[in-house]
């Protein structure tokens, strides 16, 4: 195959299932505040955000940073938390954003999975 | 390790890199339809949207569902958009969402990633 792949940027993205967490999932400031130190911890600039609560338990907060996004839905009733981190930017390390959010969300247990994402152009 | 995992719903999200796409990725309204049609062809209800407009271009929309989220970030000057279905919900197909998607964007190319979370509890 005669394909051409012109490569503009890899970036890891960090999607992280948490058990057990001892922190309250379902205080939305709080959550609000953990994403924000996150992106703050990695060095992005947070653009936009959106707090969702459910009812009557449950919490979504989604920061859009310059291109990308942290995310975390939350099921308080089970402890479980699900975040997102796709962090766009050379030199950006996904790590520091999510070792902040380890640290305040205090998972019993955790599954992470790590993929990595071209973003750019493929010209055939 | 005497380790009991009680499940409660496993999920499949799909994260996807288009390449070379047809459709007009600097167009924040088609792409705020566009997720908002995916998320119908899946059953999904939309609870809450975001739409962040990049200067000199790109966009970045994001579906927040009733408990996870559609997003799409646009890089228009190289024809790349990152899509992410994380589509919660027994007997929810997030291929209906993926189907409808690559249907408006139109890309030459793509890469996807499919990976399978576990919602719910974990005790020791």
Redesign the interface.
Known sequence: MDLLVKA?LEIE?L?V?L??CEADLDDADFLLDTLRAAADAVGSKV??E?V?R?SPV?V?V?L?L????I?I?T?PE???A?V?V?V?GEGKDPNKAWDSLRGALKP??L?M?R?T????????
């Open positions: 503009m993205q999607l299932d058990y057990g653009v936009d959106v969702h459910f449950g979504t989604i859009i310059a291109e990308t996004h995310s839905h099921w089970h402890g479980y699900a997102d796709f766009c019993e247990s599954e999975k993929l994402r071209t973003i750019g152009e493929t010209r055939l």
